[in-house]
C-alpha cells in the first residue's frame, strides 16, 4: 500500500518482516517463494487486493513482476466523512452478518470504514444483533451471485411428491417476513422466478456457465417490490383471542378490520402452517382456500396425535 509501483518479489522476500527473517535463516528462496504463493492466495481468499504489475513494455513478462495493494480498495471518496458515532453504528451493522455471510463488496466497504483510524464512541456497542441463516443453499447462492454464475437445484413446491431440478440465473438474496429468497432468472422458463429457500431441498450446483453482471442491477429492489405485490393480493381476514400469542406475533404486521384483523401474506402454504400452529387462538374468516389449507394441518394433527393415544407402546 505505500508504493504506487509496486515491490518486486525479491524485495518483498528480503525486506517485509516474516519474509526477511527467514531469508536471513537461511531458507531457501524455493521455500520462501512457495510461502509467497500460498500468503497471496490466502489475502486474496479474506478479500483483500492483490495487483500483479508486469514490464511496462511487455505486461505480459511477469520475470520482474511487482506486487502492490491498490490503496483504493482502503480509502472512500474525499466528499465521504463519517463522525466516531456513526463509524460505531456502521461497524455494528458489519457485525450483524457473519464473515461467511457477507458478500465481496460488503467486505471491502467494512475494510474501508476499518481503515479510516477514526475513534469510535464504544458505549454504543453495548449489543451486537446477528442475522443467522439456516439454509444450506445460502452460501452457495450468494458465491454464485457474487460471481455471475449460473446454478442448478433441487426444489420442492407443496403438494409435489418429488423436486424438480431448476436451472438459473441468481440475480439476489432478499429477506421477506423473516424468511430468505432467492430472485432469479429461470433459464428453463425463460421469466423471473422467485425462490424460497427453505424449498431448496439438496445441493446447489454451481455451473461454468456465466451470465451478465448487469442483470444483477436493481433485482433486489424488483423482488422485494415482486413480494410486495404479491402480499398486496393476499388478504386474509382473522379473528385472534386478545391476549394470545397469535394476537402477539399477527398483530405486528396486521390491519383493524371491523371484525378481527386482516393480514398479508406470501405464501398460502407457509402462511397456513404459522397459522395452524396457534391452535384455538386464530380463525380464519376467509379466504376460504386458506381456512381449507388450516382445517387440513388442524386434522392431520389430530389424527397423528389420536394414533399416539391409541399406541400401546
Excluded at 528462496?29 to 481468499?45: I, T
Excluded at 513494455?57 to 480498495?73: C, I, K, M, Q
Excluded at 397459522?275 to 392431520?300: F, K, M
Aim: with cysteine; net charge negative; hydrophobic share 40%.
Amino acid at each position: 500500500m505505500a508504493t504506487d509501483v509496486g515491490l518486486t518479489k525479491d524485495t518483498i522476500l528480503t525486506s517485509v518482516a516474516g519474509y526477511r527473517e527467514q531469508y536471513e535463516s537461511g531458507a531457501s528462496k524455493d521455500a520462501l517463494e512457495k510461502m509467497f504463493e500460498r500468503d497471496k492466495e490466502s489475502l486474496r481468499a479474506l478479500g483483500v487486493p492483490i495487483e500483479t504489475i508486469g514490464d511496462w513494455a511487455d505486461p505480459d513478462d511477469l520475470r520482474e513482476a511487482r506486487y502492490r495493494v491498490p490503496t483504493t480498495e482502503y480509502e472512500l471518496p474525499e466528499d465521504i466523512t463519517f463522525t466516531p458515532a456513526e463509524v460505531a453504528l456502521l461497524n455494528l451493522a458489519g457485525t450483524v452478518w457473519g464473515e461467511s455471510s457477507m458478500s465481496a463488496d460488503a467486505r471491502t466497504g467494512l475494510r474501508k470504514i476499518r481503515a479510516l483510524g477514526i475513534d469510535v464512541d464504544e458505549p454504543i456497542i453495548g449489543y451486537t444483533p446477528r442475522i443467522s441463516v439456516r439454509e444450506p443453499s445460502f452460501g452457495p447462492l450468494q458465491q454464485a451471485i457474487e460471481h455471475c454464475r449460473v446454478v442448478t437445484f433441487p426444489y420442492l413446491k407443496p403438494g409435489e411428491a418429488e423436486p424438480r431440478m431448476r436451472h438459473v440465473q441468481p440475480l439476489a438474496l432478499v429477506e421477506f417476513e423473516g424468511r430468505w429468497h432467492l430472485f432469479s432468472n429461470d433459464l428453463d422458463m425463460d421469466a423471473d422466478r422467485t425462490f424460497l429457500l427453505a424449498r431448496v431441498v439438496g445441493d446447489v450446483t454451481i455451473t461454468r456457465q456465466r451470465f451478465a453482471r448487469e442483470l444483477r442491477e436493481g433485482a433486489g429492489d424488483r423482488a422485494l417490490a415482486g413480494l410486495d405485490a404479491v402480499a398486496a393480493r393476499n388478504r386474509a381476514l382473522l379473528e385472534v383471542n386478545p391476549g394470545s400469542e397469535a394476537a402477539l406475533r399477527l398483530s405486528r404486521r396486521a390491519e383493524p378490520a371491523e371484525q378481527g384483523i386482516h393480514v398479508h401474506y406470501v405464501d398460502i402454504n407457509i402462511f397456513a402452517d404459522e397459522l395452524a400452529s396457534y391452535g384455538p387462538e386464530v380463525r380464519v374468516v376467509e379466504p376460504e382456500d386458506l381456512r381449507d389449507h388450516v382445517i387440513r394441518r388442524l386434522h392431520a394433527t389430530a389424527e397423528v396425535h389420536g394414533a399416539f393415544e391409541g399406541d400401546p407402546q
